[in-house]
């Protein structure tokens, strides 16, 4: 064109341009056929798996998500195969809705190439058996857990039930793809890669209907395997990402994730009993003797269950253990691979420190370096260390262990009251945020523990923010002893309602306690508050009963209908925030139901729940059914309105339909035998109440009202079988718990008899249990014909002459605290029993008038123990005194104490409000020769005095059946510290 340029090329720079393009063409053509070829070649000639489960070693592994789950059958078998062959069979038992069964196989790390294909051949009693593959992502890590990133790519299901069938994975990278798209919305990680990605298991996968389910695997074939850059892997498994290094237990915060998932540890101590008796509890982690017992550990897991163990002992130089760099222990290695945690016991270290009472600053140096060996030994598992310690919460949460917090209360003189605040001050030392537990006392040698005391504790412990609980027993779950299968039924039914609540208390954080409403009267109007005919009937039945009880009921005001609305005193509710919602756990803490429960039920109960999504829907969850509760929204919240409360409610304030949903099909997975056990736990009680109530009969002691109550209680006990025999599981539950309660109102009728004439309930250690009464009225009998005769055998006891007392051995000791005085002393100024002035014994502890009160004190500033005073088996032994709290630091929850060897520290006597003298009587039986030993000591900041101390031997005691005649020995007196003389008042 004139007067510009031609910018088109010309005819022979067109055929050039074309010439290069079409060899540029050419050579990448060569190049992605030189690559295909080499693929190719590499994949001709990589390896094949190909397993036809001939050999009689088992090589796979079953894991399930319940611990309601048995495995039953995993081996292989020699025949039944595919072609008649050998083949691989599982059983599996599952008892709820959800839960999921899986079947890993471990196969050579193969990178995931186009030509990789996986197949197996099964067959199954029913469809939806899934194939899938577990994909390492070795330059990933989980944000979840921590380790490297790890998925499932499903395939094909079993589409045939009854019959071979031969899944076949294959397509395996653009499964992947579609995978990552998840996984990069699922973790917020739009970045996330797959480079490297190798598949190191074979999976097969369900979730079965409740019942039995089996299926068949024959000929596994993998391939071509082509392996991943030996770097590769080896980065992987630094981050356990193979699966055989990493502990399944991860604790995140105040956390515990087993496997993944939030986990509430239920601990039950192992004594030998059956698996079916420990499944039978519902706990999921046992507390196993040996590490080292691998066929224990190995049954443990085969029937869904982990154990807790004690770690191996460590090496210790000129007997102090040894820092890690002195001497080591060694590696552990696979024998312990199904302990989930370890569990120090420091009185261990204690007795190398020559401290057997308590922890000593060489006893926790001891345990700071069996802790630091530890943790150098278990580098492979990186196990959760538990450490039972009283009084170093803050130290132990510090050092990364989790701390197992507790304190008993049955048949104690310390209220439920009391322990929830000792619970909540002790959790409170530890580190904020940290993951503590709580022993729950189930057993016990000196009392017969009820079955709701043992719910009471793990509420109580629940309501204090512990995140585990461990039920202590004295001898095996399925021994022949009182109350023995109610207790093991109440520990089934207490653990099915916290698996039921597990993913709420194991992600939740208190909110704070609310106070509880009772008898506010609901709308009769209301459609929302309407009862079934089962609660109708209960609740008519119940309040006959209840005005028949009100001469020895507890509280008898709140049995009937109240004239107004009132703060309830005997019930408080808990609220929690979780991440499936809110959780409102509504608990009894009636007075003395530390020693016998009473009714523990009430009528029109309500909370305000503060705050709240206006979309919730209020669900009260109990093991046998999922109900609605009426709510109403007012200033501040929402009010939940209970018709009838007995012992505890749970309640779940939720939008999400679909959790409610999920939350319906496990109850009704658990209904049926959650209904079973309520059933026989009311007969087993029915039958045992009636027993002690003809022996109370017998020695004189009857109840005017026991005939009624029993056959109400037996008439309830009718209709709860009536209704499971009809299939209404809920309706049975209900009225097994209504013969309970009517039980425990006869109970706690012939308790408070007994304990009417007691300055304390710890008097006589007999009268701190229901079951023992037969034997404390006997006890009472003997006292009574022994008359004025008695042998006092207590030397200065009268704290007049503080030479005779130093000869007798009396001692004192004082913790060592900088800026506080500690006494022990005798103090002049003292009025005696008759008003003349005398001498008493004084313990004091008090801070310099410079210095702030120290935020945490040893349980006892000052200790004074007595001399030893022999007695033999048999003897009625009375001790006597009196007793003055002068004042105690605020928040103080044992104040004074007294203790004697023949009680033991459950029957303490406690002294907590400031006051003037008191006088006490304690009744005890020596069930052996023994020596008596008093100690006197007080709690934190405070001042203490006890006077007129004296332990008398009555005569015309019970003597031991064929009692053979002893000789007195003499023993040598060790001088102890002398007491301090004072005089004058101060």
């Not at 190719?40 to 309601?68: P, Y």
């Amino acid at each position: 064109m004139a007067g510009g340029k031609d910018s088109s090329p010309l005819p022979e720079q067109q055929e050039s341009w074309t010439g290069c393009r079409w060899s540029r063409c050419r050579c990448a053509r060569a190049a992605i056929v030189v690559w295909s070829l080499a693929v190719a070649g590499v994949a001709a000639s990589a390896e094949r798996l190909d397993d036809s489960f001939e050999s009689r070693e088992v090589s796979s592994r079953i894991t399930v998500s319940s611990s309601t789950a048995e495995v039953t059958r995993h081996r292989r078998e020699s025949q039944g195969g595919v072609d008649g062959s050998g083949c691989e069979r599982v059983i599996v038992r599952t008892r709820r809705l959800g839960t999921s069964v899986t079947w890993e196989q471990s196969i050579p790390a193969s990178r995931v190439i186009d030509e990789l294909a996986i197949s197996v051949s099964t067959r199954s009693r029913s469809r939806g058996l899934q194939l899938a593959v577990r994909v390492v992502f070795p330059h990933q890590v989980d944000p979840r857990t921590g380790r490297v990133l790890t998925d499932l790519v499903p395939g094909p299901r079993v589409t045939q039930a009854g019959q071979w069938q031969t899944l076949t994975l294959e397509g395996i990278p653009g499964r992947l793809r579609e995978r990552l798209v998840l996984l990069r919305a699922r973790l917020n990680r739009p970045g996330l890669k797959g480079r490297d990605a190798y598949i190191d298991r074979v999976v097969l996968r369900a979730e079965p209907d409740p019942g039995t389910t089996e299926w068949l695997v024959d000929d596994l074939r993998v391939g071509p395997i082509v392996a991943p850059r030996e770097e590769v892997v080896d980065a992987a498994d630094e981050r356990g990402g193979n699966g055989r290094s990493g502990a399944p237990a991860e604790v995140r915060l105040d956390r515990l994730h087993v496997e993944g998932r939030p986990f509430l540890p239920r601990v039950i101590v192992y004594r030998g009993e059956p698996l079916e008796v420990l499944r039978a509890s519902g706990a999921n982690l046992v507390q196993v003797p040996d590490y080292r017992d691998r066929g224990l550990l190995e049954r443990l897991r085969a029937a869904g269950l982990w154990a807790m163990a004690a770690p191996p002992r460590p090496p210790t130089v000129g007997g102090v253990v040894a820092d890690p760099g002195t001497a080591a222990l060694v590696p552990i290695a696979t024998e312990a691979d199904g302990v989930l945690c370890w569990y120090l016991d420091p009185r261990a270290t204690a007795a190398q420190s020559n401290e057997p009472r308590r922890i000593g600053r060489l006893g926790w140096n001891s345990l700071t370096r069996w802790v630091n060996q530890l943790r150098i030994a278990d580098r492979r598992m990186k196990r959760p260390i538990v450490a039972d310690v009283e009084g170093l919460e803050h130290v132990i949460s510090r050092q990364r262990l989790l701390p197992l917090i507790s304190r008993e209360v049955i048949g104690t003189g310390l209220s439920l009251k009391l322990h929830q605040e000792w619970l909540d001050e002790r959790r409170d030392r530890a580190r904020p945020g940290s993951l503590a537990w709580s022993w729950i006392r189930a057993g016990s040698e000196s009392v017969v523990v009820e079955p709701e005391q043992i719910e009471l504790q793990v509420r109580s412990a629940l309501a204090a923010g512990f995140r585990g609980v461990g039920y202590r027993t004295t001898q095996r779950l399925d021994a022949d002893r009182p109350a023995a299968g109610e207790c093991l039924l109440m520990l089934g039914l207490v653990n099915l309602e916290l698996e039921l609540l597990e993913s709420f208390l194991a992600t939740s954080t208190r909110v704070g306690r609310l106070p509880v409403t009772v008898g506010r009267r609901i709308d009769p109007n209301d459609p929302s508050a309407g009862t079934t005919g089962a609660n109708e009937s209960l609740d008519v039945s119940n309040d006959r009963i209840r005005r028949r009880r009100r001469v020895v009921a507890t509280n008898p005001l709140e049995m009937g209908q109240a004239e107004g609305p009132r703060v309830s005193r005997t019930v408080e509710s808990v609220l929690f925030r979780t991440d499936y919602g809110r959780l409102l756990m509504i608990n009894w803490v009636g007075e003395n139901v530390q020693f016998v429960p009473d009714q523990m039920a009430l009528a029109n109960v309500s909370v305000v729940v503060p705050g709240g999504d206006e979309t919730a829907t209020a669900w009260e969850v109990t093991t046998t059914g999922l109900r609605s509760i009426a709510t109403r929204r007012v200033a501040g919240g929402v009010v939940l309105e209970l018709s009838r409360f007995d012992r505890r409610s749970n309640i779940i304030l939720t939008s999400d339909p679909a959790l409610v949903s999920q939350l319906r099909r496990q109850v009704a997975a658990t209904s049926g035998r959650a209904a079973r056990m309520a059933l026989q736990l009311a007969q087993a009680r029915f039958d045992r109440v009636r027993n002690i109530d003809r022996r109370l009969v017998e020695l004189g002691h009857p109840q005017p009202d026991a005939s009624r109550l029993l056959t109400r209680a037996a008439s309830y006990l009718s209709q709860a079988a009536a209704a499971l025999d009809q299939g209404g599981a809920n309706t049975s539950r209900l009225y097994s718990d209504a013969t309970l309660q009517t039980l425990r109102i006869l109970q706690r009728a012939h308790w408070e008899q007994a304990i009417r004439e007691s300055a304390s309930p710890v008097a006589s250690t007999l009268s701190r249990c229901f079951q023992t009464l037969p034997e404390h009225w006997e006890l009472v009998a003997a006292v009574r014909s022994a008359g004025a005769a008695s042998d006092p055998r207590l030397v200065g006891g009268d704290f007049e002459n503080l030479e005779e007392m130093v000869r007798a051995g009396w001692s004192s000791r004082r913790a060592a605290i900088a800026g506080m005085t500690m006494v022990a002393e005798v103090y002049r100024g003292s009025r005696g029993r008759n008003g003349e002035a005398g001498s008493c014994l004084r313990l004091s502890a008090q801070t310099d008038l410079r210095t702030a009160v120290p935020t945490r004190l040893p349980r006892h500033t000052v200790i004074v123990d007595s001399p030893l005073v022999p007695v033999q088996a048999g003897d009625l032994v009375r001790i006597s005194g009196r007793i003055r709290l002068v004042s105690a630091r605020p928040g103080s929850l044992d104040g004074g104490v007294l203790e004697d060897t023949l009680g033991g520290p459950d029957a303490q006597l406690h002294c907590r409000r400031p006051g003037g003298w008191r006088r006490f009587e304690l009744l005890r039986k020596a069930q052996r020769d023994a020596d008596v030993q008093l100690r006197i000591a007080l709690e934190g900041m405070g001042e203490l005095r006890v006077d007129d101390l004296q332990i008398e031997v009555l005569s015309n005691g019970l003597a031991a059946p064929d009692r053979l005649p002893t000789v007195e020995s003499e023993t040598g007196t060790v001088r102890p510290a002398a007491l301090r003389n004072s005089r004058g008042d101060r």
